[in-house]
């Protein structure tokens, strides 16, 4: 259905009984929701005007599709949902009996590749090897995110640093921590979450000065950490460290381009 100012289009997981015919309406639904974005393209690029138009993309609840989608501006005002019971009955008159689909709860759309090849190398433990160029610093799985580990393990919980630096040079790049904190951790991966006031800041590792006790980081804070000593009450966590794997959790190893993942 198109009005002057809006645009719904219908996507179905199978082929379309009208083929090539297809343009997206309600009757004859696209096969794919790639065509679907076309649609929306072409439309914009012959438009006279440079403001996109308002376009509802309606997904059957079985769509399933694993190629990345390419967005531009043309698709700056275009809102992806799931179909209503009563769109749904209408195409499921037309499925071929032979073939059936399965219903999702919700629709589910995330960026990135799929990761496949996954080995079994414990109890409910699991790894793959993905491509050199690629660093994994999120992880879905059946429609949903896995958390990347952390110390403390339990979310609710926090490590609080002993001091701020009273080097103004460094005083942005890292802190003195407590005696302890970082013993037996491999330090490549891991990520140093630190608290603020309203804000976070994440920094790798540079190195640790055990003599002081002193963590610098290679990048740093936007303010000196430990300036709001009141909110953010000198809390850290730590991500990304294998040590720390618990159920429905995964950490990344750059140098093997190894991902670790448990789950329950």
């Known amino acids: 259905m198109t009005s002057s100012k809006f645009t719904e289009l219908y ?40 403001l996109p138009r308002r376009t509802a993309i309606y997904l059957y609840p079985t769509y399933h599709f694993v190629n990345t989608l390419h967005l531009n501006r043309a698709h700056s ?41 996954w080995i079994e190398i414990d109890d409910d433990v699991y790894k793959a090897v993905v491509p050199s160029t690629v660093y994994v610093n999120q992880l879905f799985a059946d429609d949903r995110r896995i958390i990347r580990t952390r110390i403390p393990m339990n979310q ?27 013993d037996s951790i491999p330090l490549n991966d891991v990520m140093v979450v630190v608290y603020h006031s309203w804000t976070t800041s994440h920094h790798y590792i540079d190195q640790i000065i055990t003599s002081n006790r002193t963590i610098l980081f290679t ?46």
């Open 11 to 50: 996507v179905v997981p199978f082929p379309t009984l009208l083929g090539d015919d297809a343009d997206g309406s309600l009757a004859r639904p696209y096969s794919s929701l790639k065509r679907a974005l076309d649609h929306v393209e072409h439309k914009y690029y012959r438009s006279m005007t440079s």
């Open 77 to 117: 005002r275009i809102r992806i949902t799931t179909m209503n019971t009563d769109m749904t009955a209408f195409y499921e008159e037309l499925i071929v009996r032979d073939h059936t689909y399965r219903r999702l709860s919700r629709a589910s759309i995330s960026g990135g590749m799929p990761i496949t090849h």
């Open 156 to 182: 609710s919980a926090y490590l609080q640093y002993e001091a701020p630096l009273n080097d103004p040079n460094q005083a942005r790049y890292g802190f003195q921590y407590v005696q302890g904190q970082f």
């Open 219 to 264: 990048n740093p804070s936007d303010l000196p950490i430990g300036t709001f000593t009141m909110q953010g009450k000198r809390r850290f966590h730590i991500e990304n460290s294998c040590l720390a794997l618990v159920s429905n959790s995964f950490c990344f190893v750059n140098e093997t381009k190894t991902i670790y993942l448990k789950i329950s």
